[in-house]
């Protein structure tokens, strides 16, 4: 692809300084050669070549305020902007707008030449919205990424995550403090993946091989409307329940701050028979069924 031919900013370069230099001979020879009369055409030459050399090689503006070339990871990230949300991997930080013109394909890295513009036209932009945005102006390389084969057991519920306040799901037993690529989990199920790892530790799903509903018996819990902290030896703050911190999410109950609530709930184990899994997540998890009491704070 040829270079543009345009100057951003303040910046100078030798490509620009060329096109500039051949845009001005042509301007000149254009304006000198028909003329046979060169003391009355000389002032409006000299005032009419600078216009032409500035329109060639566009500084009086450019569509973009900077352009560089970055890399893609082959796998998305969690990570939090407005809220909870995906973000590529763009020179190995989290990248949290996307780049317009550009069809992102998990396991894979790319190479792109992208260029940051204003949307907004210096005017400021709606809330939560960003003041930058970005485009694709060529993929100069996609290769598939190496990996390795994985198989996952991921649990059926969420636990508090231990580096941030947040649910996280329970992956081979442990907190998993990041998202799999491409797979959409649902609360109260028992799931074995198959995916693949790359070197970044994370993991593109390529076939959910099993998913079984994760059943139990009834009873009725008590939930206090404070938080304390989990008392496990680790960060975060866990719901009360039935008087102790209890790590884990109950699969969909949503509270309203502030109450005090008696449910009647599904109580299942986190684990298959035989595998117990880390200290962080509980042995059992809850499905709510029903809220039989639901008691404001003063």
């Not at 198959?194 to 970044?200: K, L, S, V």
Request: aromatic fraction near 12%; include cysteine.
């Amino acid at each position: 692809m040829q270079p543009y031919c345009r100057v951003t900013g303040i910046f100078w370069n030798r490509a620009v300084s060329g096109c500039c230099n051949a845009n001005a001979e042509r301007s000149a020879a254009a304006v000198a050669s028909p003329r046979r009369t060169p003391m009355r055409t000389r002032p409006s030459a000299l005032f009419i070549l600078p216009i032409l050399v500035l329109v060639g090689c566009d500084l009086f503006g450019s569509e973009y305020l900077e352009t560089r070339e970055v890399t893609v990871g082959p796998t998305l990230t969690k990570c939090y902007g407005v809220g909870l949300q995906s973000c590529m991997v763009v020179d190995g930080s989290h990248f949290y707008d996307g780049i317009e013109g550009f069809t992102y394909e998990p396991g894979y890295d790319y190479r792109l030449r992208i260029g940051k513009f204003d949307p907004w036209g210096g005017g400021e932009p709606p809330q939560d919205a960003g003041q930058y945005a970005y485009r694709l102006l060529e993929q100069l390389e996609k290769t598939p990424a190496p990996s390795t084969p994985a198989t996952l057991s991921v649990g059926p519920t969420r636990v508090r995550c231990v580096h941030s306040d947040d649910f996280c799901p329970v992956v081979d037993g442990v907190p998993y403090e990041d998202m799999i690529t491409s797979f959409e989990y649902e609360a109260g199920d028992h799931y074995i993946l198959d995916a693949d790892r790359y070197r970044d530790g994370r993991y593109v799903l390529s076939e959910v091989s099993s998913r079984t509903r994760a059943a139990g018996t009834e009873e009725e819990i008590t939930i206090d409307r404070h938080r304390v902290q989990c008392d496990d030896g680790h960060p975060g703050y866990c719901k009360v329940v039935n008087g102790a911190a209890y790590r884990g999410e109950i699969v969909g109950f949503h509270p309203v701050h502030e109450s005090d609530y008696r449910l009647r709930v599904e109580r299942f184990d986190m684990f298959p028979d035989g595998v117990s899994g880390s200290p962080l997540v509980p042995d059992y998890g809850y499905r709510w069924l029903e809220t039989l009491e639901e008691t404001p704070g003063g």
